[in-house]
């Protein structure tokens, strides 16, 4: 099939084959399976959340879980496909505690993120994007290599730490975490302009990839 031999797809397949046998850190060993990201390997836009929840965990796939409904319904009114997006974590295990029968989602810590931080460079190495978006601070975080202010910079163009631009914004579980009807509307109205902003910043090289992809 043409979409094997394009070296760009190989190599982030290879990359996903490697990850699977990652033990960087220590959240392998609970989790299910290792969720690498997805979408073409000559994506203009990249999209890092912060790691897979339960769901994830168990399809071995970003954002397909509550999480992902939200960002779907935020980037079609963003007027973007996801399937012409790269979709990743920051860290790539499913990092929680049992309650009961639930695992229930834990954050990952600095030294998790950092240790993780050698799959994300590798995969914006072979994306080569031109705007990179971070879904909350743990994205975040991991793009600026330092904390950063979600309330500060949310929403505006910024430069990653390697010197890409991009565009942090909350992550669509804060969302699903609103206190209320008007926090929730506030907070996904934020997160499609933010969207919004990124597909502008991307503009040229979003319909140069479409053209690319057709040929
Ligand atoms: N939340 C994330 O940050 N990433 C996923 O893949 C799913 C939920
Ligand atoms: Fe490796 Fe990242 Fe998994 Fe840690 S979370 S084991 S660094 S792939």
């Known amino acids: 099939?043409?979409?094997?031999?394009d070296p760009e797809r190989a190599e982030v397949q290879g990359l996903a084959r490697e990850a699977a046998e990652c033990r960087r850190c220590d959240l392998y060993r609970a989790a299910t399976q290792v969720v690498f990201g997805?979408?073409?390997?000559?994506?203009?836009?990249f999209l890092?959340?912060?790691?897979?929840?339960?769901?994830?965990?168990?399809?071995?796939?970003?954002?397909?879980?509550?999480?992902?409904?939200?960002l779907d319904q935020a980037l079609?009114?963003?007027?973007?496909?996801?399937?012409?997006?790269y979709v990743t974590n920051a860290v790539k295990h499913f990092k929680h505690e049992m309650r009961g029968k639930r695992r229930m989602h834990q954050r990952p810590n600095q030294g998790e993120i950092e240790a993780c931080r050698w799959w994300l460079n590798r995969e914006i190495a072979?994306?080569?994007?031109?705007?990179?978006?971070?879904?909350?601070?743990?994205?975040?975080?991991?793009?600026m290599g330092r904390p950063v202010v979600l309330l500060r910079e949310e929403g505006r163009p910024l430069t990653w730490a390697d010197?890409?631009?991009?565009?942090?914004?909350?992550?669509?579980?804060?969302?699903?975490?609103?206190?209320?009807?008007?926090a929730r509307t506030r907070t996904f109205a934020a997160l499609v302009a933010a969207l919004t902003q990124a597909r502008e910043m991307a503009g040229d090289f979003l319909r140069a990839t479409s053209k690319a992809r057709m040929g």
Do not use: C, N, W
């Open 38 to 45: 997805q979408g073409p390997a000559d994506a203009a836009l």
């Open 163 to 182: 010197g890409r631009p991009g565009v942090a914004t909350y992550h669509p579980s804060a969302i699903l975490r609103a206190r209320d009807d008007a």
């Open 76 to 85: 079609a009114e963003a007027g973007l496909d996801r399937g012409r997006l």
């Open 1 to 5: 099939m043409a979409q094997d031999v």
């Open 126 to 143: 072979v994306v080569q994007p031109a705007v990179i978006v971070a879904l909350g601070a743990t994205a975040a975080r991991s793009l």
């Open 48 to 70: 890092v959340g912060e790691q897979p929840g339960d769901q994830e965990d168990k399809a071995g796939r970003p954002f397909v879980g509550p999480a992902g409904r939200i």
